[in-house]
């Protein structure tokens, strides 16, 4: 029987009293006990708990430590706790906890009382502790020792607070957890942790300033307001054009402009998001435009589905605008509309690779042009599911295994890896979504046995392929490196995320630490490709490590009561939002705004450094140092800001959207150039106002009245439509007279004077903000505006 059960009764079979035996006193720690390891029983804290890294979680039954005193003529240990003379000791734990550490007897929480002569001493004691404690920390950090293992059940900080003291309000525990859930009825939102507008509900004095740019700057109010009279919806933006087969094949630009999309896609998707064989690919292409009748309806769109994906990134002249939409997003979002209504229309009992491909497609060319963002979640998840419902999650070869002949596949092994290609790529946009929106994911429990696809380039193999040549290794870029590579850290980021965005997103410090080590040791072993054409693998890999760390280290990047325990979460938290705008500016300083239209990054670190530096400011009534230190020693952090906002402004002029997070932005900047100079407070907030005035008439300046006749006329394929808008019997449109056509860049007429009845000031910011009342532009009424 162990030295800490507790007493059992043993009955034998010739006497029916139950026996009991006394049980005997432990005099280790709970902690030695619980791991069967032998105590050295050093009070407070033993030499085991010390050298682990947990002296504060030291410690003993209290029967042992009053047996111990009794012993040496000294007052219980109870007497000793009430007078600060005890300095550890902890509540009792529950029946299950309580017989897994091994806690029989009923813990004490000491006091000290004011003016006892020990309070002093037992204040030293606690900081030499913590000292120590941090010391032990990182060198546990840096040796790579062992961890603290704490149950996956252990609530925040926050909501154990509120319910272990009844007159904490609820309210305060659930306005410090990151989240935004409003709404009223089943008509209610719920965005979680990592999504990147949850930091808005930290940041009061962000949100007070970007009220004070819309009441006190008529300016801005009166251009917003001309923007949104601007979002008049065309006539044809929502029809499309018959769904036979010659009508996709009629709406593709020149040979030119679709060879420029198409290799811009190949470059950038074909590189990170693998969906294509590109040998196949191209032999196909070149038969399209060689015979584009007989081409397969299907390459039709997904040819136009590519050419959509990339349609805002290529180079072209000046932007034209249909209110807050250019027009080159308005013409890719016909086309993907097109699309999807041909890929709705066609029969699933024949399902093929293709199939999956334009899925895929339609996924990424609606994320590209920001196309229903707030349903790209649902719509990741709707894509995981079809692919899970195929087995692409599984090994193939089980289905050769089962149902295959000995000389023949069922699939084959190029199928094989183009099924791994497609999986990796679906439950990479997934994953991606789930930060996105703050959820957890899906697929976080999911068995898969696919594997990674192989680091192989695509010209090494083909649909009569009967084997795989070997992969290269990791050092050796191929299109598929990226995939290769990121599948390697796939369970780690997968588990962090599920935990990030989990009920209890507060995990503990221990944990924090040792998902931090992870990470780092994974961006360690990210290869230094040479050439151009591995740069956006490489910094998407980068990219996608740092995410986790910024919402990793989020939570405890806050100023906590127990001093600068905590700094190097908000070193690391600054620092990560620093490295992201760092590393998409070193792919925008190329020419390629790929990943800068494709994420949302820069907003996200644009709110990250915020967050960060509002909480540097020292706390003397606490006692706490500053953080300023930290963010002098990061760098500037309004030069990072302000290459945030630029990054926004492209995005505003490729696809005409984010003009709420350029206004977002602006404001961060004036907060902060505030806090440096109080005095011009006013001015740096009336700069910030002008800033997206500018940005917002520059827009207006650029309108381009919308025609669908003018759209389909301006295609090089596509024959005048008629003036009933029908294609003749062959599938290709008819003439329409040349004065029905309106010109394709006609100046937009001058703008309407402001009406009050017209609202819809700062219609959606960023998913979050619900539109202003305008009827009293001096009052408006903003708390259900900004009720979060």
């Given at each position: 029987m162990s030295s800490n059960s507790t007493a059992r009764e043993e009955r034998s079979p010739h006497d029916e009293t139950p026996a009991s035996k006394r049980r005997r006193i432990a005099f280790s720690c709970l902690d030695c006990r619980r791991r069967k390891l032998k105590c050295d029983r050093i009070y407070?804290?033993?030499?085991?708990?010390?050298?682990?890294?947990?002296?504060?979680?030291?410690?003993?039954?209290?029967?042992?430590?009053?047996?111990?005193?009794?012993?040496?003529?000294?007052?219980?240990?109870?007497?000793?706790?009430?007078?600060?003379?005890?300095?550890?000791?902890?509540?009792?734990?529950?029946?299950?906890?309580?017989?897994?550490?091994?806690?029989?007897?009923?813990?004490?929480?000491?006091?000290?009382?004011?003016?006892?002569?020990?309070?002093?001493?037992?204040?030293?004691?606690?900081?030499?502790?913590?000292?120590?404690?941090?010391?032990?920390?990182?060198?546990?950090?840096?040796?790579?020792?062992?961890?603290?293992?704490?149950?996956?059940?252990?609530?925040?900080?926050?909501?154990?607070?509120?319910?272990?003291?009844?007159?904490?309000?609820?309210?305060?525990?659930?306005?410090?957890?990151?989240?935004?859930?409003?709404?009223?009825?089943?008509?209610?939102?719920?965005?979680?942790?990592?999504?990147?507008?949850?930091?808005?509900?930290?940041?009061?004095?962000?949100?007070?300033?970007?009220?004070?740019?819309?009441?006190?700057?008529?300016?801005?109010?009166?251009?917003?307001?001309?923007?949104?009279?601007?979002?008049?919806?065309?006539?044809?933006?929502?029809?499309?054009?018959?769904?036979?087969?010659?009508?996709?094949?009629?709406?593709?630009?020149?040979?030119?402009?679709?060879?420029?999309?198409?290799?811009?896609?190949?470059?950038?998707?074909?590189?990170?998001?693998?969906?294509?064989?590109?040998?196949?690919?191209?032999?196909?292409?070149?038969?399209?435009?060689?015979?584009?009748?007989?081409?397969?309806?299907?390459?039709?769109?997904?040819?136009?589905l590519i050419i959509a994906t990339t349609n805002c990134i290529r180079e072209k002249g000046p932007t034209m605008f249909r209110g807050d939409s250019s027009v080159e997003r308005e013409t890719a979002i016909m086309w993907i509309r097109n699309c999807d209504a041909w890929l709705r229309s066609q029969s699933q009992k024949h399902t093929t690779l293709i199939i999956f491909q334009l899925h895929c497609l339609s996924f990424m060319a609606k994320q590209m042009n920001s196309v229903k963002r707030k349903r790209i979640w649902t719509s990741a998840g709707i894509l995981t599911r079809q692919a899970m419902s195929a087995g692409l999650h599984r090994d193939a070869h089980i289905v050769n295994l089962r149902h295959g002949a000995p000389s023949f596949k069922r699939v084959s092994v190029f199928e094989q890896e183009m099924r791994r290609r497609i999986w990796t790529t679906i439950?990479?946009?997934?994953?991606?979504?789930?930060?996105?929106?703050?959820?957890?994911?899906?697929?976080?429990?999911?068995?898969?046995?696919?594997?990674?696809?192989?680091?192989?380039?695509?010209?090494?193999?083909?649909?009569?392929?009967?084997?795989?040549?070997?992969?290269?290794?990791?050092?050796?870029?191929?299109?598929?490196?990226?995939?290769?590579l990121s599948r390697s850290s796939w369970s780690l980021r997968i588990e962090v995320t599920s935990l990030i965005n989990g009920p209890n997103s507060q995990m503990p410090y221990e944990d924090v630490l040792l998902y931090d080590k992870k990470i780092m040791q994974c961006l360690d072993e990210i290869p230094h490709w040479n050439g151009h054409e591995s740069l956006v693998s490489r910094i998407l890999l980068q990219i996608q490590l740092q995410q986790l760390l910024l919402f990793l280290h989020k939570p405890y990047a806050r100023d906590e009561p127990w001093g600068s325990r905590y700094d190097y979460s908000a070193i690391v938290h600054l620092r990560s939002a620093m490295t992201i705008i760092d590393l998409h500016d070193q792919l925008l300083s190329t020419g390629n705004s790929f990943l800068c239209l494709f994420r949302n990054d820069s907003l996200s670190a644009a709110l990250s450094i915020c967050y960060n530096v509002s909480i540097s400011n020292p706390k003397p009534e606490r006692g706490l140092p500053s953080r300023s230190s930290i963010v002098q020693l990061s760098g500037d952090p309004l030069q990072y800001l302000e290459r945030a906002l630029a990054m926004l402004e492209d995005k505003i002029m490729c696809l005409g959207v984010g003009l709420q997070e350029y206004y977002c932005v602006c404001a961060i900047i004036g907060l902060l150039k505030s806090r440096i100079s109080r005095d011009q407070s006013r001015n740096e907030e009336e700069r910030s106002a002008d800033k997206v005035t500018r940005m917002i008439q520059r827009v207006l300046a650029t309108q381009d009245n919308y025609s669908a006749a003018a759209t389909l006329a301006s295609l090089p394929n596509m024959a005048i439509m008629a003036p009933n808008g029908l294609p003749n019997g062959n599938g290709i449109p008819q003439a329409m007279p040349n004065s029905q056509i309106v010109p394709h860049h006609q100046a937009m007429p001058p703008s309407q004077p402001i009406s009050i009845e017209n609202p819809g000031l700062l219609e959606d910011f960023g998913q979050d903000l619900e539109g202003l009342d305008l009827t009293n532009i001096t009052g408006w009424d903003l708390e259900a505006f900004w009720n979060f």
């Amino acid at each position: 029987m162990s030295s800490n059960s507790t007493a059992r009764e043993e009955r034998s079979p010739h006497d029916e009293t139950p026996a009991s035996k006394r049980r005997r006193i432990a005099f280790s720690c709970l902690d030695c006990r619980r791991r069967k390891l032998k105590c050295d029983r050093i009070y407070p804290s033993c030499t085991r708990c010390q050298k682990g890294g947990h002296p504060q979680n030291c410690t003993y039954d209290t029967e042992a430590v009053d047996t111990l005193n009794q012993s040496s003529g000294t007052r219980s240990a109870r007497d000793l706790s009430s007078s600060g003379g005890l300095p550890r000791a902890v509540p009792r734990l529950p029946s299950v906890a309580r017989s897994f550490a091994g806690d029989d007897g009923d813990e004490i929480i000491p006091t000290r009382r004011p003016g006892d002569a020990t309070a002093g001493l037992y204040a030293q004691d606690e900081r030499i502790r913590q000292l120590e404690n941090r010391i032990i920390g990182l060198e546990r950090i840096i040796n790579g020792n062992g961890r603290v293992h704490w149950p996956r059940s252990t609530r925040s900080p926050e909501l154990t607070q509120a319910g272990l003291n009844p007159s904490l309000d609820p309210r305060e525990a659930v306005d410090k957890e990151s989240m935004i859930f409003r709404g009223k009825g089943f008509k209610t939102q719920f965005y979680g942790a990592s999504y990147h507008m949850s930091y808005l509900s930290h940041l009061p004095e962000l949100r007070m300033v970007m009220k004070d740019m819309i009441v006190h700057h008529p300016a801005l109010a009166r251009v917003q307001m001309e923007l949104n009279n601007a979002k008049t919806k065309g006539a044809g933006q929502e029809d499309t054009i018959p769904l036979h087969d010659q009508g996709l094949a009629s709406l593709f630009p020149h040979r030119k402009i679709t060879d420029q999309l198409v290799q811009i896609y190949i470059d950038n998707f074909e590189t990170t998001c693998r969906v294509l064989h590109l040998p196949s690919f191209w032999d196909e292409y070149a038969k399209f435009w060689s015979a584009p009748r007989e081409a397969r309806p299907a390459f039709v769109a997904l040819l136009l589905l590519i050419i959509a994906t990339t349609n805002c990134i290529r180079e072209k002249g000046p932007t034209m605008f249909r209110g807050d939409s250019s027009v080159e997003r308005e013409t890719a979002i016909m086309w993907i509309r097109n699309c999807d209504a041909w890929l709705r229309s066609q029969s699933q009992k024949h399902t093929t690779l293709i199939i999956f491909q334009l899925h895929c497609l339609s996924f990424m060319a609606k994320q590209m042009n920001s196309v229903k963002r707030k349903r790209i979640w649902t719509s990741a998840g709707i894509l995981t599911r079809q692919a899970m419902s195929a087995g692409l999650h599984r090994d193939a070869h089980i289905v050769n295994l089962r149902h295959g002949a000995p000389s023949f596949k069922r699939v084959s092994v190029f199928e094989q890896e183009m099924r791994r290609r497609i999986w990796t790529t679906i439950s990479e946009l997934e994953l991606q979504a789930d930060l996105d929106r703050g959820m957890p994911s899906m697929t976080r429990d999911l068995v898969e046995d696919c594997g990674p696809p192989h680091n192989i380039d695509d010209d090494e193999m083909d649909p009569s392929s009967e084997q795989l040549p070997n992969p290269r290794p990791s050092s050796h870029f191929t299109r598929s490196s990226y995939q290769n590579l990121s599948r390697s850290s796939w369970s780690l980021r997968i588990e962090v995320t599920s935990l990030i965005n989990g009920p209890n997103s507060q995990m503990p410090y221990e944990d924090v630490l040792l998902y931090d080590k992870k990470i780092m040791q994974c961006l360690d072993e990210i290869p230094h490709w040479n050439g151009h054409e591995s740069l956006v693998s490489r910094i998407l890999l980068q990219i996608q490590l740092q995410q986790l760390l910024l919402f990793l280290h989020k939570p405890y990047a806050r100023d906590e009561p127990w001093g600068s325990r905590y700094d190097y979460s908000a070193i690391v938290h600054l620092r990560s939002a620093m490295t992201i705008i760092d590393l998409h500016d070193q792919l925008l300083s190329t020419g390629n705004s790929f990943l800068c239209l494709f994420r949302n990054d820069s907003l996200s670190a644009a709110l990250s450094i915020c967050y960060n530096v509002s909480i540097s400011n020292p706390k003397p009534e606490r006692g706490l140092p500053s953080r300023s230190s930290i963010v002098q020693l990061s760098g500037d952090p309004l030069q990072y800001l302000e290459r945030a906002l630029a990054m926004l402004e492209d995005k505003i002029m490729c696809l005409g959207v984010g003009l709420q997070e350029y206004y977002c932005v602006c404001a961060i900047i004036g907060l902060l150039k505030s806090r440096i100079s109080r005095d011009q407070s006013r001015n740096e907030e009336e700069r910030s106002a002008d800033k997206v005035t500018r940005m917002i008439q520059r827009v207006l300046a650029t309108q381009d009245n919308y025609s669908a006749a003018a759209t389909l006329a301006s295609l090089p394929n596509m024959a005048i439509m008629a003036p009933n808008g029908l294609p003749n019997g062959n599938g290709i449109p008819q003439a329409m007279p040349n004065s029905q056509i309106v010109p394709h860049h006609q100046a937009m007429p001058p703008s309407q004077p402001i009406s009050i009845e017209n609202p819809g000031l700062l219609e959606d910011f960023g998913q979050d903000l619900e539109g202003l009342d305008l009827t009293n532009i001096t009052g408006w009424d903003l708390e259900a505006f900004w009720n979060f």
